[in-house]
């Protein structure tokens, strides 16, 4: 089992920025990849970002590339998000996840773990 804890999130304002950390606790050997999906009011959760553990190749959802970045510190099992220009659409709950496997990140079956969540509000 991987355990994640999420922190960093809040309420903003349309423009401004926000960092979200993840920290992963457990059998770490079974990351392969990390990420961060998202869930707005009465919506799905759709994927943001990932990033491979060994290599750090990173992967974006299109309403992310250009605003968002996702990096990760090996020596922490930490995972981050930053996010720019935030938007009053960006709003929602942010989960951290994990794959211990390659596979596509966008399916949110293929998740093998996921954090409790943290809420991220973009007021206009």
């Known amino acids: 089992q991987v355990q994640l804890v999420e922190s960093g999130g809040g309420l903003v304002q349309a423009g401004d920025s926000l960092r979200l950390s993840c920290a992963a606790s457990?059998?770490?050997?079974?990351?392969?990849?990390m990420g961060w999906f998202r869930q707005a009011p009465a919506k799905e959760r759709e994927f943001v970002a990932g990033i491979t553990w060994r290599e750090g190749k990173t992967y974006y959802a299109d309403s992310a590339q250009g605003r968002f970045s996702i990096s990760r510190d090996n020596a922490k099992n930490t995972v981050y998000l930053q996010m720019n220009t935030l938007k009053p659409e960006d709003t929602g709950v942010y989960y951290c996840?994990?794959?211990?496997?390659?596979?596509?990140?966008?399916?949110?079956?293929?998740?093998?773990?996921w954090g409790q969540g943290t809420q991220v509000t973009v007021s206009s």
């Open positions: 996840v994990c794959y211990e496997g390659p596979r596509p990140l966008s399916n949110a079956a293929n998740v093998g773990f």
């Open positions: 457990g059998r770490t050997s079974m990351m392969y990849t």
